[in-house]
């Protein structure tokens, strides 16, 4: 089964791995190329699930800088660095805003990637190919760089 309500511009997009740019642990194996909506020219990575054994949530909540998103950090739970945030409850302006829907995000500069292969190893993994997250593989770290 794969995911079958993203929207199709979304479908086309890369999967990749994302290691914290500190320790190199692995955060995320599920990551998109993403723009920042509040702004549209800040790029970073977003997620529909993070790995709750490789990243912790820092209970502080707070507004995000570019909308008034409510948000709290991401931080490796390996090294404890700072990775990203994670989007509590959007604002309304980013909610109507055409969106991935993903609501946790990896800032670009605090974290290294590579493209995730596909089953075959061949070539790296398409979103609209990727299984939902209770059947996805995550324990397999074959990756393009």
Known sequence: MVL???HPSFGKKAVYVLDCGMCAETVCRRGMLAVLVADG??????????DR???????EIFWAKSCWCKIQSLACLNCGA???YHVILPCVKCLKAVNNGH???FHNKFVSHCYRLDEEGDDFLLWKHLKPYDEDNLMSRECLR
């Open 53 to 59: 054994s490789a990243v912790g949530v820092i209970p």
């Open 82 to 84: 700072v990775v990203g």
């Open 41 to 50: 020219k800040t790029e970073l990575f977003s997620t529909d699930k993070y």
């Open 4 to 6: 079958t309500n993203l």
């Open 103 to 105: 609501r946790c995000m």
